[in-house]
């Protein structure tokens, strides 16, 4: 029995023994290891123009666009244009059988010549008082007579004739010579597109940012590579039921003619532009209602800034105040140091590769 208490207090103090040493090595370690300066990644505070967008789609139309008929029964004596012509503002397009016409405006104009030589020769046949006045009041309707039948056949004969009402780029020829054609047959299609408009709709909620003049940044698929700069030339007037959008305008120079009518277009409308202060969004730290920095000061020592923070793009963010232009601010690293602390700062993140040499 003694033999067995004895035992057991042997075993126990080496137990003891055992815990003792290992728990006075571990703090001797602990003491013995340095505190390691912890790093963390920055960028400066820098001055950058920032903008709000509305991102839309639109369509493209033409400024001015038209499809040409004619306004009388003929047929077609020649044709003046081909497919996809650009023409200036009054260019003979089409030519209808005239013949009828043309005759009888010269004999419409002979009419009037001989009614304007009589109303003469009576005129002084009044003054001499050899007539009575009442015979030039008669010679004076005839000859107002005269000219209106000449200004119909002169119309008559204007008819036959198609012109470009503008400038501008034709579309596919719909007739031939010898086509009988009729009032409201279609010969082709004009399109001013030196200019272009292009309607998009903006969610009801933007229409107090929306005005004349406001900027606009548009693309197309066949143009990847291209931006397309316009500015909002209206608003309409009345905002869809439905979609509660309201339908904006903008014109976009179109000197190459590269956009056509119908082309669907990727868009943004810049409803406001400054120059003020940006950080990265990631180095703003959230706290309920509340924005903070991480400012590294000139002796590496952190420093928490409340700011206030504005406008915000993808991935960056505007700051109203709180901070200045140039300070440094901590991007990556936050969790591992608190205010006070001594940091080491680097410019980017660094990533090895293990197995490199």
Do not use: C, W
């Amino acid at each position: 029995m003694k033999k067995t208490i004895i035992a057991g207090v042997v075993l126990a103090l080496g137990v003891a023994g055992s815990i003792y040493y290992k728990e006075t090595g571990n703090s001797q370690g602990a003491r013995s290891k340095p505190r390691t300066t912890p790093s963390v990644v920055v960028t400066q505070v820098a001055t950058e123009s920032m903008r709000r967008e509305v991102e839309a789609l639109g369509t493209v139309k033409a400024r001015e666009s038209v499809v040409l008929s004619v306004k009388v029964t003929e047929k077609v004596e020649a044709v003046h244009f081909d497919d996809g012509q650009r023409v200036e503002a009054g260019t003979l397009l089409l030519t209808l059988r005239d013949g009828e016409q043309q005759a009888k405006l010269s004999a419409a104009r002979a009419n009037l010549l001989e009614q304007q030589r009589e109303f003469n020769r009576i005129k002084d046949l009044v003054q001499a008082q050899t007539i009575a006045s009442s015979e030039l009041d008669r010679l004076s309707t005839s000859v107002d007579v005269a000219k209106a039948t000449l200004a119909q056949y002169q119309a008559e004969l204007d008819a036959r004739y198609l012109r470009a009402p503008f400038a501008g780029v034709l579309g596919f020829r719909q007739v031939s010579p010898g086509t009988l054609v009729t009032p409201g047959t279609e010969v082709t299609t004009l399109d001013d597109i030196q200019v272009v408009k292009l309607d998009f709709p903006v969610p009801e909620r933007f229409l107090a940012r929306l005005a004349p003049g406001r900027r606009v940044l548009a693309s197309a698929a066949a143009f990847p590579d291209r931006v397309f700069t316009g500015t909002v030339a209206s608003v309409d007037s009345r905002v869809d039921p439905v979609t509660r959008s309201v339908v904006v305008r903008a014109n976009i120079d179109n000197p190459d003619l590269a956009l056509r009518p119908g082309m669907l277009m990727t868009l943004k409308l810049i409803t406001e532009q400054r120059d003020t202060l940006v950080v990265p969004e990631e180095a703003i730290i959230p706290l309920q209602q509340r924005h903070y920095l991480f400012v590294v000061s000139a002796d590496n020592r952190i420093e928490q800034r409340q700011v206030e923070v504005g406008l915000r793009t993808r991935g960056k963010a505007e700051i109203l105040s709180g901070v200045e232009a140039g300070e440094t601010v901590v991007t990556r690293g936050m969790m591992k140091v608190r205010p006070g602390q001594q940091v080491t700062t680097r410019g980017g993140e660094r990533f090895s590769v293990q197995g490199a040499e």
